[in-house]
């Protein structure tokens, strides 16, 4: 059973930073193309980052990172702002599986 295991969410104030862990099977970990996601209420999925590709938004302020030996990506979250409160989503994609975490909740506010 492929699983993808998000951590980290929570409340935050603006300026503040997060990091965001997603502990992924081994047996995908090696074949799949990570990525983060978020999505706001009443809003679209959408990319965050991944190894290739950041979200304009996020730029500058955000950093995804991964260590093999441990199956785990991460999302360093540096200078939160109130839009950037969403459920934020890991992602394992291949040609042949496109797989999801369960989510961890990011709010930001003061």
């Known amino acids: 059973q492929v699983q993808l295991v998000e951590s980290g969410g929570g409340l935050v104030q603006p300026g503040g930073s997060l990091r965001l862990s997603c502990a992924a099977s081994?047996?995908?970990?090696?074949?799949?193309?990570m990525g983060w996601y978020r999505q706001a209420p009443g809003k679209q999925r959408e990319l965050v980052a991944s190894f290739t590709n950041y979200a304009d938004s996020v730029k500058g302020r955000f950093t995804i990172s991964r260590v093999n030996a441990k199956n785990t990506v991460y999302l360093q979250m540096n200078s939160l702002k109130p839009e950037d409160t969403a459920v934020y989503y890991c992602n394992a994609r291949s040609t042949t599986f496109n797989y999801w975490g369960q989510g961890t909740q990011v709010t930001v506010s003061s």
């Open positions: 081994g047996s995908i970990f090696t074949f799949a193309a």
